[in-house]
């Protein structure tokens, strides 16, 4: 199957929901970033989570999670934006974590205490960010508490990935639900009903639910599908984006590393491409500082 998400208005258009399968798109940033099982299951979380809050924003939006943390992970940061497009890495990719009671990879303890936060590049003059600390480590309740404490909109939010013994993904997915104002109490009760009673999303997924049985399990036929949207994971990098890197550290900086190394080599940090620039190419940077 391939990744994508659903949207749609449920409960009398009283919420919004978004679930989405993320599967390939966790698996080839495994893949990139050699992760180990616990740091495939916490980047692969803040990806859907990513990626789902990008189809909440308009086209030309961008959106920026950054996990700022204490626990082996050391960290991460994902990028999104308004066409499914994601992309992130971990601080440290080689953490493998169980909880001794399950044997369950332990995400929570792998990301230890921190912050989570949010940059919304809306395409305007100043771009705007917000944060809130970090609740349990789980991603999931964290994004939950940041939509109530900082954008208040009370959310529920389940993601989930579930990796193979050979270290491979075999499923990732989940979805965010979302109150709109007028909510009725009534409605509210019925939701965190159905929610107590709803499979983990690693079990949807395995089942073979797509993002709108998802939705249709949650909903019970209450709702309507307004749009579905392709998923991948899509790094933007180029070689003019490092050129102008390169040319802000000033011209003094260059040719320090001129006279030291006569090279530079740029790594993305979200695909792992390099760029080289040999001696004549960093004359030429120079040159465009002045």
Not at 43 to 61: H, K, N
Not at 260 to 289: M, P, R, W
Request: charged share 25%; with cysteine; hydrophobic share 35%.
């Amino acid at each position: 199957m391939k990744d994508y998400l659903a949207k749609a208005y449920a409960f009398d258009g009283k919420v919004r929901l978004y679930a989405a399968n993320t599967t390939n798109t966790v698996y080839e940033a495994q893949q990139i970033h050699g992760l180990w099982p616990t740091a495939t299951a916490a980047l692969g979380r803040l990806l859907t989570g990513s990626v789902i809050m990008g189809a909440m924003y308009r086209e030309g939006d961008e959106l920026t999670l950054r996990l700022i943390s204490q626990g082996p992970l050391e960290g991460m940061v994902t990028t999104t934006d308004a066409y499914g497009n994601v992309r992130g890495y971990v601080g440290n990719p080689q953490v493998f974590l169980q909880k001794n009671d399950t044997k369950k990879l332990d995400v929570s303890k792998a990301v230890g205490p921190g912050r989570l936060s949010v940059t919304k590049d809306l395409k305007m003059k100043n771009m705007f960010t917000s944060g809130v600390e970090l609740q349990t480590g789980e991603i999931a309740e964290d994004l939950a508490y940041y939509f109530t404490a900082s954008e208040q909109i009370p959310s529920a939010v389940s993601l989930g990935v579930k990796v193979n013994d050979d270290n491979t993904v075999k499923n990732a997915g989940g979805f965010i639900l979302q109150r709109m104002p007028g909510c009725p109490e009534e409605t509210i009760e019925l939701i965190e009903k159905r929610l107590k009673n709803l499979p983990p999303v690693s079990k949807m997924l395995e089942d073979g639910l797509s993002p709108e049985e998802m939705i249709e399990l949650i909903t019970k036929g209450d709702h309507r599908i307004l749009l579905t949207m392709d998923l991948q994971y899509q790094c933007d990098c180029n070689r003019e984006k490092f050129e102008r890197g390169l040319i802000s550290l000033g011209e003094s900086q260059l040719k320090e590393i001129l006279e030291t190394d006569g090279h530079i080599e740029t790594v993305c940090h979200f695909c792992k491409t390099k760029y080289d620039f040999n001696a004549s190419q960093i004359k030429a940077l120079i040159e465009e500082t002045k």
